[in-house]
């Protein structure tokens, strides 16, 4: 099993910056892929960015350019620098970790931006 707690979400303004964190309760090293999600009011969960325990990088197209997933495995934690913030970017953003065909989930952080 894994654990995982987000961290980092606020209101911030259209532009601007967050950082989330998802710290693990095992090494990182030991599950298939770390992932980012978010799910708006009334929509679907959608995949934002994810990792791989070899190091391969995905994002959204939405994202592409503005969010930046990155790891500290001695941490056992993966983060998500969010820049140039966009309206559309107001969800709950959940961490995911698959291992052994699993997917644990974290509970999630509300980001919310602001106009």
């Known amino acids: 099993q894994v654990q995982l707690v987000e961290s980092g979400g606020g209101l911030v303004q259209a532009g601007g910056s967050l950082s989330l964190s998802c710290a693990a309760s095992r090494s990182i090293f030991s599950v298939n892929a770390m992932r980012w999600y978010r799910q708006a009011p009334g929509k679907q969960r959608e995949f934002v960015a994810g990792?791989?325990?070899?190091?391969?990088?995905n994002y959204a197209d939405s994202v592409k350019g503005r969010f930046t997933i990155s790891t500290d495995n001695a941490k056992n934690t993966v983060y998500l620098q969010m820049n140039s913030l966009k309206l559309d970017d107001t969800s709950v953003y959940y961490c995911?970790?698959?291992?052994?065909?699993?997917?644990?989930w974290g509970q999630g952080t509300q980001v919310t931006v602001s106009s």
């Open positions: 990792i791989t325990r070899f190091g391969i990088i």
């Open positions: 995911n970790a698959i291992s052994e065909l699993t997917n644990y």
